[in-house]
């Protein structure tokens, strides 16, 4: 089993629209969680780290549910310019930031 | 510039051969990372340097795989006697340490792609 799992989509999604990610990970002694962003053949950049009682940056809402092992990506009203990967990522705290990234999904926003 | 720099940006080569890529990292970070990443999946962790110390290594870094950092500067990523099952695409990344800076964060570079003929 994959550290970090995710759907590797894509998810097709009209502009405008609201769409939700999903992402469980298997280390229970994970401390810190992530979203980074992929362009396509662009390096990865984060995006927002993902706390418990959640945290919001503008269109983006990310959720972590400690219990459940699974974190999650909400993007509002959705831009063109939001296509894109988005990398689940979870610091295996092994006393360095050691960053396990899951495959990523694939998001496409058309017109 | 002052972001990670990494070259060659490309690089083919024919199995067997033996390649070396380089990585300067963000100046003032003493914190140092080779990822690899294969197409549809996400980067996937080879190894780490403090400073000029290697601390960890993947099991995915078999003994044709080397890393260098000498000077806690910029670090080196040699692969010998190259398969066609190394053809990815090579990131660098570093962070400060310190807890000033966000514990997640680290900045990569453009990468280094390899395919193996």
């Known amino acids: 089993r994959k550290e970090v799992e995710q759907d590797p989509g894509p998810f097709n999604v009209p502009e405008g629209a609201t769409v939700a990610f999903n992402c469980t990970y298997s280390?229970?002694?994970?401390?810190?969680f992530f979203w980074y962003r992929q362009d396509c053949r662009k390096e990865p950049k984060l995006l927002m780290s993902?706390?418990?009682s959640g945290n919001e940056d503008g269109r983006f809402t990310a959720q972590l549910n400690r219990a459940s092992q699974y974190i999650s990506l909400l993007i509002r009203d959705s831009k063109l310019s939001d296509s894109a990967t988005y990398l689940c990522?979870?610091?295996?705290?092994?006393?360095?930031?050691?960053?396990?990234f899951g495959t990523g999904t694939r998001l496409l926003v058309s017109p | 510039d002052t972001g990670v720099s990494q070259n060659p940006r490309h690089k083919i080569t024919k199995r067997g051969q033996n390649v070396t890529f380089r990585c300067d990292p963000i100046?003032?970070?003493?914190?140092l990372y080779w990822y690899r990443q294969t197409l549809g999946q996400g980067p996937e962790f080879l190894t780490y340097?403090?400073?000029?110390?290697?601390l960890e290594k993947s099991r995915l870094l078999s003994d044709r795989f080397s890393a260098e950092r000498p000077k806690g500067s910029f670090s080196t990523l040699e692969i010998q006697r190259t398969e066609q099952g190394d053809s990815a695409m090579y990131l660098c990344?570093?962070?400060?340490?310190?807890?000033?800076w966000g514990p997640g964060e680290l900045f990569f570079g453009e990468g280094s792609r390899l395919t193996v003929l």
């Open positions: 990522v979870v610091n295996s705290n092994t006393g360095f930031q050691k960053l396990v």
């Open positions: 990344a570093s962070s400060p340490s310190g807890r000033e």
């Open positions: 100046s003032e970070h003493n914190r």
């Open positions: 280390n229970s002694a994970s401390q810190s």
């Open positions: 993902v706390y418990s």
């Open positions: 340097f403090q400073n000029e110390a290697q």
